[in-house]
């Protein structure tokens, strides 16, 4: 009977013991899952605050032998068992310069600070940082950001970790972990707002007037006013509007992505970045990063202009991405683009020479000044275009001068110069423009008209040269217009005729496969000379009839 009792008893004990921890569970639990090897003596031990729970545990989870349990099964937990330590974050990136508070005292920012509770981080003008949690959730901040660290906490070896960040001014972009059970948490509050979040990425800020604003690129955010009980939830391309002691506006769509008009990614100089201009756009917000996942700021400006100039940065490859802000100052969705940049070592400056080059002469000469850069040697590139995809000429020299080749074709040509050290070619310098040419000089005609013949002649040319003659009746040379080709083996021909008449000639030549032509000589007018034949011959006729 005794028996009966005892065991009356212990299993009333244990069935109001089952139902406070089957209580305890539905309130908030953590689910384990087994892996291969693992027993509850092992679980026990690891996660939870006392091993005395080794009991508790095994009773509410009905597991027969704890010391072999199935791999893949599931085992409760009760929050209120699970060991909970302090944790600490880490900075992962920083760009320029920002400061630590600590007791106090404010101190520089470095990359290998380590982050704990009650610390604030402050960005510049010009510096940015991330920074990553225990549980690899990671925050970007701007510049000009002030966030203080609330609460930093971690469920022992469980993945699971509370984190609770005030941005007191600025703006910050978080992109947070998947919730790994019921203690994890991420909360970012302004003095206008919380906002609560697992498993997504998106932007809040806080100004000067104590406004903020949430804008959800990825997931869902629960938004709620500082002292309000009421949370409003805004999705996945939605944002809203917090100012201090009222609640968020209604969630409205972000703008949607400028469309970038830029189609170069290749720069030699600082790229200029075009985009369409959005209706409800007041402002742009413009910001470069080397990653694509913009977790590492580098650079960003906001303007209210479609275009801006990059910076000059070290020659690599980078992104950049482009947002507009409406006219609550709520910040919509990113256009992204990447671009390479190659600014080193620079170009060296060309010299000033003549539009005009004669061949085979002295001032058949490119030259340049030497690079500000230490340089190994410098590319040559001589083009018929002035975009450089018809080059007649490419060279690596080591001077600073280069002699055109006697056989390039006269016409108009732009040039320019890289400097090169190593194997790294800098950008080319700004391209010049000159016309490759020669001369020949203006011949000298003759025309001396008698009895309706006009003898028309000059001095002897060149083999390879080619004489035109061009004869007209007035000095235009519109009216009546004949044209006479000769070649060298000829000083003179006659013409006939018994009107007035104007010449006039010039000499052509072929070299290197381009023509070229003399000046016109001086036009002769026969007219004049033939009245000056005919008065000597009258004056001789009358001394004879005299």
Not at 365 to 376: A, F, G, I, K, R
Not at 485 to 502: P, Y
Request: proline residues 4%; charged residues 20%; aromatic residues 8%.
């Amino acid at each position: 009977m005794k028996k009966f009792i005892v065991y009356l008893i212990t299993s009333s004990v244990l069935l109001f013991s089952s139902l406070q921890t089957t209580y305890a569970v539905e309130k908030k639990a953590w689910v384990y899952v087994v892996s291969n090897g693992d027993s509850l003596w092992n679980i026990t031990s690891k996660f939870l605050t006392k091993i005395d729970y080794y009991t508790k545990l095994q009773q509410l989870n009905n597991i027969k032998y704890p010391k072999r349990i199935q791999p893949g099964s599931v085992i409760r937990i009760p929050m209120e068992w699970i060991k909970h330590t302090p944790a600490s974050a880490r900075i992962s990136f920083i760009q320029g310069e920002s400061l630590l508070l600590r007791d106090n005292k404010l101190i520089p920012l470095t990359a290998s600070t380590t982050l704990v509770l009650g610390d604030e981080i402050r960005t510049s003008d010009k510096s940015s940082a991330t920074v990553v949690f225990a549980d690899g959730s990671e925050m970007v901040l701007f510049k000009n950001t002030i966030i203080a660290f609330d609460h930093l906490s971690s469920y022992g070896k469980t993945g699971m970790v509370d984190t609770r960040v005030s941005v007191i001014q600025g703006k910050v972009e978080t992109n947070a972990k998947k919730n790994k059970g019921p203690g994890s948490r991420l909360d970012i509050s302004t003095p206008s707002a919380i906002s609560s979040v697992r498993g997504t990425m998106y932007r809040v800020s806080n100004n000067q007037k104590n406004i903020s604003t949430v804008e959800v690129i990825e997931g869902t955010v629960a938004v709620a006013g500082e002292k309000s009980n009421n949370s409003i939830k805004v999705a996945t391309g939605q944002g809203t509007r917090i100012e201090k002691g009222t609640e968020p506006t209604k969630p409205v769509p972000l703008l949607a992505p400028p469309h970038i008009l830029t189609t170069q990614t290749f720069f030699e100089q600082a790229p200029v970045i075009k985009w369409d201009n959005i209706e409800k756009a007041k402002r742009y917000n413009i910001q470069v990063s080397p990653k694509k996942d913009f977790k590492r700021i580098i650079w960003g400006q906001i303007t209210t202009d479609t275009f801006i100039v990059l910076p000059k940065l070290n020659d690599d490859m980078y992104y950049y991405r482009v947002t507009a802000i409406d006219a609550l100052g709520i910040e919509g969705k990113p256009a992204y683009k990447n671009f390479t940049l190659n600014l080193s070592p620079r170009a060296p400056q060309l010299k000033n020479i003549p539009e005009r080059i004669l061949g085979n002469s002295t001032l058949s000469m490119l030259s340049w000044e030497n690079s500000v850069d230490l340089t190994d040697r410098y590319k040559v590139e001589v083009a018929k275009d002035e975009k450089f995809t018809q080059l007649v000429l490419n060279k690596n020299i080591t001077g600073n001068q280069l002699a055109l080749p006697n056989n390039l074709a006269f016409g108009n040509y732009y040039w320019r110069v890289s400097s090169i050290v190593d194997t790294d070619k800098g950008p080319a310098s700004t391209p010049l423009m000159f016309n490759w040419t020669t001369t020949i000089e203006t011949p000298q005609c003759n025309a001396v008209a008698s009895s309706g013949i006009v003898d028309i002649s000059w001095k002897t040319i060149k083999n390879d040269h080619t004489i035109i003659v061009e004869t007209a009746q007035n000095d235009q040379f519109t009216q009546g217009l004949k044209a006479y080709q000769i070649s060298s083996e000829k000083n003179h021909i006659q013409h006939t005729t018994n009107d007035e008449l104007f010449v006039r000639c010039k000499i052509t030549a072929s070299y290197n496969n381009s023509t070229i032509e003399s000046p016109w000589s001086k036009t002769q007018h026969t007219t004049q000379i033939d009245k000056g034949v005919m008065s000597l011959f009258g004056f001789i006729l009358l001394i004879i009839l005299i």
